[in-house]
Nanobody
Framework: QVQLVESGGGSVQPGGSLRLSCAAS????????LAWFRRAPGKEREGVSC????????YYGDSAKGRFTISKAADKNMVYLQMNNLKPEDPAVYYC???????????????????????WGKGTQVTVSS
């Protein structure tokens, strides 16, 4: 079974940047995309970004638009989330997730979209503080 491992989390000041990585082992052509989610304290899991591997199209949750960028390595075994201009409301555990069943990123980024994802990493903590 494919395994996802997130890394790159840490503590930054407001306005700072982090790049998260999602390393996928056992990733095959059956996996058509990958998404990033986050769970902040006291809140439900929220879609952050999503990519379709077939054409490289990307989608973002409202909180990430204009600040975060999802990208992938050429061999599709590593996906990154570049986070710029981090804000005090961004601290959360960030997860990458995927599914063997093709999924529409636009839907996945919407409310409750995370329920369609079957394979999750364990998450990486992002903290924003001064």
């Amino acid at each position: 079974q494919v395994q996802l491992v997130e890394s790159g989390g840490g503590s930054v000041q407001p306005g700072g940047s982090l790049r998260l990585s999602c390393a996928a082992s056992g990733f095959t052509s059956g996996y058509t995309g990958l998404a990033w989610f986050r769970r902040a304290p006291g809140k439900e899991r929220e879609g952050v970004s999503c990519m379709h591997f077939s054409d490289g199209s990307t989608y973002y949750g409202d909180s990430a638009k204009g600040r975060f960028t999802i990208s992938k390595a050429a061999d599709k075994n590593m996906v990154y989330l570049q986070m710029n201009n981090l804000k005090p409301e961004d601290p959360a555990v960030y997860y990458c997730a995927t599914n063997l069943t093709p999924f529409p990123c636009q839907v996945v980024m919407g409310p409750g979209g995370h329920v369609g994802m079957d394979i999750w990493g364990k998450g990486t903590q992002v903290t924003v503080s001064s």
